[in-house]
Each structure stands twice: as C-alpha cells, then as structure tokens.
C-alpha cells in the first residue's frame, strides 16, 4: 500500500513538474467524478436561454458534466491554466480587440502542450491513456478548476486565482490512473464587490452571480452568426470590435496579472497599430494572411465587418 501511495504521489509530481516546464502556469488535479452541483446550474443557465444561439451549449449533458462518460476510464482531471496577459496593450481605442486574440490562436498553441505533456507522462509512467481539451470538447473548465483547488468563480463567470487575476486559458487533461487529488478552492473573495456588474456595457453580468451570455459583448461579436446585431445594444460596445475585457478590467485581482512568457502570444502589430481607417481598409485577401493564426478568424472577415460597421453607429 505504501509503494502504491509514494507511486502516486511521484506520478503527480511529475505532472505538476513537467506542465511546468511546457508553459502552464498552474496546475492542479481533481478525482474524476460527476459534477452533480454543477449540472443543476447548467440546466438552469440553458433553461432561462441565457447561451442564445451557442446551441453547442446543449448537446452532449451527460458528458459535460462527467468526465467518465467523456473519457470511458477517467480517474483524474488536470486542470491547466495559462497566462496571456499580453506584454503591451493596443493604444487605439477606437477599435478594441479583447487580450486573449493578441496573438497566435491558443486552441492551436495549447493543443501542442497538451500533446507533448500526455506524451512525456506516458514515457514516464507507461500504458496510460489519456484525452487533452482546449475549449474542444463538452467540459466544464472553471468547476475543474475550482475542485483542483486553482481558484474561484467570480461575479463576472471567470475563474479568479487569488496570486494572479483573470487573464488565463483554461485547458483540461483527463487520464485513467489516480494521482494526488488537490482540495477544492472553498473561499469567494468577491465579497460584496460589484465593480464587473456595475461596469458591463451591456448588464450581462446579473446580481445572482449568473451571465447572460446571450448579452455579453463577446457573445454578439463573436457568437452571433447573423448579419446583424440588434439594435437594442448599439451604443454600448464602448469600441470592442471583437471579444470584450471590460469585468476583467475592473476586476481588483487583476492588480496582481503580470506579462505571460509564452513567445507565440506576442501581439500582432495590426492589433497593436492599426488605426480606425486601417481596419476599415482592410480587405478580405489581407485579413486571411494577417490572422489566418489569429483566434479573429472564428468571426471570419464578415464579421469582423459587421462588428467594425455596428461599433461606429451612433447610439440610439
């Protein structure tokens, strides 16, 4: 038992160690198990329609809120989290482009880590299977982060770790043998803090700490496939053409966010230097070589039109 117990903990030093090493900034580890709590507000989230048209949001329940029937034979779930607080911020603020699209696509930049990560545990430790997730599959990010102890869901829907602030990504390793189980971050420190509700453009940040995401700036220049956005919110983009930063922004435990380290997130100069005429210049030939990396290709260049042409009416 005890050789079984030192194995153990080896293995999950190892883990912590190596994600280390290949960039994460923190690492925590959970036992792979149904997320009963979390379940019951996710079906309340969807039943109000607060995901608009994400429908994704719908499919796949069982799997969302349970890692073994995700990943037949899960037994951990390593929760990873990566900076991208960006190393200089854009000084046009006539268009404003949120921090996690200042640089390379991190689907595509995580993905590789994960891989690379799952293949050094297999060499270390032997015949384990294992399935990486990088917002590609029906999880539940931020409640495996929280029961691996790396921090809190605050009022504005992101995870909060009390060293570091907001400005992370999320990714998500599930394998079949146990490990070292990290004890659940149990602490709210949002306290009776309202700064993210009372600054959302668009007041999708209700009081009950729940998001109408159907609301929130991202949702409508990023989510929303129609041509058009409504009209009920022009005005309140406050200029963010794509994604918004606004509750991270205001969020007191950003005080604490430093630059990240990772080389493939240094800003795109057009993020960093275009101007209001550039962007609207831009044709769709020169924005599929500029960002053809770059996580502003989800909206595609119609979108990024539509959200460029919403952003310069003026309110009603």
Not at 196 to 212: F, G, M, V, Y
Not at 258 to 281: G, R, T, V
Request: include cysteine.
């Amino acid at each position: 038992m005890a050789t079984v117990v030192m194995q153990t903990e080896s293995n999950t030093r190892f883990i912590k160690q190596t994600a280390q090493q290949l960039g994460f900034d923190y690492c925590g580890i959970a036992q792979a198990k149904e997320l009963t709590d979390d379940a019951k507000r996710l079906e309340k989230w969807l039943q109000r329609n607060h995901h608009g048209q994400m429908h994704y949001m719908e499919n796949h329940f069982d799997l969302r809120i349970n890692p073994q029937r995700l990943f037949p034979g899960a037994q951990s779930v390593v929760t990873l989290l990566k900076n991208y607080f960006p190393t200089q911020t854009a000084t046009n603020q006539a268009v404003k482009v949120s921090k996690y699209a200042y640089g390379h696509d991190y689907h595509e930049v995580i993905r590789r880590q994960l891989k690379t990560l799952l293949q050094q545990i297999q060499q270390q430790i032997g015949n384990i299977q294992g399935r990486g997730f990088v917002d590609s599959a029906p999880v539940l990010e931020r409640s495996w982060a929280v029961q691996s102890g790396l921090g809190w869901v605050g009022k504005n829907g992101n995870l909060i770790h009390k060293k570091s602030g907001s400005f992370f990504f999320i990714a998500t390793l599930i394998i079949d043998i146990p490990l070292q189980y990290d004890a659940p971050f149990a602490t709210n420190y949002c306290g009776t803090c309202t700064k993210c509700i009372d600054a959302c453009p668009t007041n999708a940040i209700l009081p009950n700490k729940e998001i109408n995401g159907s609301q929130c700036i991202s949702y409508f220049t990023i989510e929303l496939k129609e041509l058009l956005i409504p009209n009920q919110v022009r005005g309140q983009f406050d200029n963010w053409m794509f994604g918004c930063d606004t509750c991270q922004d205001v969020c007191p435990w950003n005080r604490f966010a430093s630059p990240h380290a990772e080389p493939a997130f240094a800003p795109l100069q057009p993020i960093l230097e275009f101007s209001l005429a550039d962007w609207n210049n831009l044709t769709e030939t020169a924005f599929g070589k500029l960002f053809q990396h770059s996580p502003l290709k989800r909206a595609k260049f119609a979108g990024i039109q539509r959200n460029l042409h919403f952003i310069q009416q003026p309110p009603l």
